[in-house]
Nanobody, 125 residues
Framework: QVTLVESGGGLVQAGGSVTLSCAASGRTFSNCAMGWFRQAPGKEREIVAAISWSGGRTYYADSVQGRFTISRDNAKNTVYLQMNSVKPEDTAVYYC??????????????????WGQGTQVTVSS
């Protein structure tokens, strides 16, 4: 079992930067592929970025490619999402998720077993 807790959200100006963190409890974190999803009001939840269990492979949605960076520190049981050059359309609740035992990079929400409670990111124009 893995429990995920996100932090780092808040209000940021367009063009600025913010870093989200996701702290995991549980001994199986290092066996999990991790992902960041987001959901804006009135929209479906979508994947933002994902990282393999080792950190060696990553995936980014086209909308954030080149602006966001996902990383993980298995020694600290933490995954990060560095968000640069943010835009108003990045405004959403951001969720951290873990996929148990995954060898690849899951990109669909049904492939994830563990979810955090979410953290709000609001980008002002």
């Amino acid at each position: 079992q893995v429990t995920l807790v996100e932090s780092g959200g808040g209000l940021v100006q367009a063009g600025g930067s913010v870093t989200l963190s996701c702290a995991a409890s549980g001994r199986t974190f290092s066996n999990c592929a991790m992902g960041w999803f987001r959901q804006a009001p009135g929209k479906e939840r979508e994947i933002v970025a994902a990282i393999s269990w080792s950190g060696g492979r990553t995936y980014y949605a086209d909308s954030v490619q080149g602006r966001f960076t996902i990383s993980r520190d298995n020694a600290k049981n933490t995954v990060y999402l560095q968000m640069n050059s943010v835009k108003p359309e990045d405004t959403a609740v951001y969720y951290c998720a873990g996929s148990r035992g995954s060898l690849g990079i899951p990109t669909r929400d049904w492939e994830y077993d563990y979810w955090g409670q979410g953290t709000q990111v609001t980008v002002s124009s």
